[in-house]
């Protein structure tokens, strides 16, 4: 049994799946009409139009029901990015390209990587009280730093499970990787900049950061 609320359905048993269908169909049909009605395939006009009424539609609320990478996950993971893979190939003289010199070419990320990099800057607001909820969700280590796992006293594996995939959870190996300097930035445009620093600083090396999922997806 499924409800949809503030625009995002969720069932019963508090799995997200039904909304995530919900976001395909609704971007495919906006890729459609786009693909009807639109004659200029121009880089830089298919861009704006993408950010601006395609993407938003995977993105609403993503943080209460954005997959972890695990295994299980990584069907609909790559069905979510089949919506970015296919519009990327409606643009002038880039279609052909492997979809990763679609992406760098129009300055884009998977939308794997976003995904993560939205819970990391959710997380950064909820631990520096820039957002006025989330104040119980972590469990900090002495430092106030990194984020501790939070066990959870149940006999209900189905609860063990959900909780596995909820944002503390999730974004915790991630979050521990990043070095004060990110984790200490002063307001949020600071923290997407330093992580950015970071993320150009250690674009190659293999520690399994944020970013590495879109090697992953690619």
Known sequence: QSEKDLGVV?????????????????????????????LNRDPAILTRIYKTIIRPKLEYCVQIWNR??????WSTILELESIQRRFTRLVNDIGLLPYSERLRKLNLTTLGERRLRGDLIET????????????????????????????VKSNDSDICK?????????????????????KSSNDVNSFKSNLEVFKNECLHENDNNYWHVSKLIL
Not at 17 to 30: E, G, H, P, T, V
Request: net charge positive; aromatic share 10%.
């Open 124 to 151: 950064y607001k909820i631990l520096n009280d820039k957002v006025q909820y989330g104040e119980n969700l972590f469990r900090l280590g002495r430092s106030g730093k990194n984020i501790l796992h939070r066990s």
């Open 68 to 73: 972890s990478t695990c295994h299980g996950n």
């Open 10 to 38: 969720v069932n019963n048993q508090l799995k997200w799946n039904d909304n995530i269908n919900s976001c395909i169909k609704d971007a495919n049909r906006m890729i459609a009409w786009v693909t009807r009605n639109m």
């Open 162 to 182: 959900l909780r596995a995939h909820f944002l503390p959870e999730r974004v915790r190996n991630y979050w521990n990787k990043l070095p004060n300097y990110v």
